[in-house]
Nanobody, 120 residues
Framework: VQLQAFGGGSVQPGGSLRLSCAAC????????MTWYRQALGKQRELVAS???????NYAESVKGRFTISRDNAKNTVYLQMNSLKPEDTAVYYC???????????????WGQGTEVTVSS
């Protein structure tokens, strides 16, 4: 099982980006998918999470600007980021608790980071 993240880039303040992260492998179920970010010199922080049923949770700093969603059929999670600010600059990581097919064991996985830069 692996997670592959896409969609980072550079954008001016007020702009938008959409990140995606696909889980690949022998997957039975993904109870929770989460986006984290880590800015230079800072600790990694939770940005948003979504359960398989669609319940969401957001960091206060992104509420109203970011939207997390998922496509369960594609085992993919998205992060739509609007009204981006310079303080959103960070490496964004996807994370998922994944239940494997056949064994039904659950493990936690991280995707590779994708860099987001917000600058004028």
């Amino acid at each position: 099982v692996q997670l592959q993240a896409f969609g980072g880039g550079s954008v001016q303040p007020g702009g938008s980006l959409r990140l995606s992260c696909a889980a690949c492998g022998s997957i039975f179920r993904i109870p929770v998918m989460t986006w984290y970010r880590q800015a230079l010199g800072k600790q990694r922080e939770l940005v948003a999470s979504i359960t398989v049923g669609g319940s969401t949770n957001y960091a206060e700093s992104v509420k109203g600007r970011f939207t997390i969603s998922r496509d369960n059929a594609k085992n993919t999670v998205y992060l739509q980021m609007n009204s981006l600010k310079p303080e959103d600059t960070a490496v964004y990581y996807c994370n998922a608790n994944i239940v494997a097919r056949v064994t039904f064991t659950q493990a936690n996985y991280w995707g590779q980071g994708t860099e987001v830069t917000v600058s004028s």
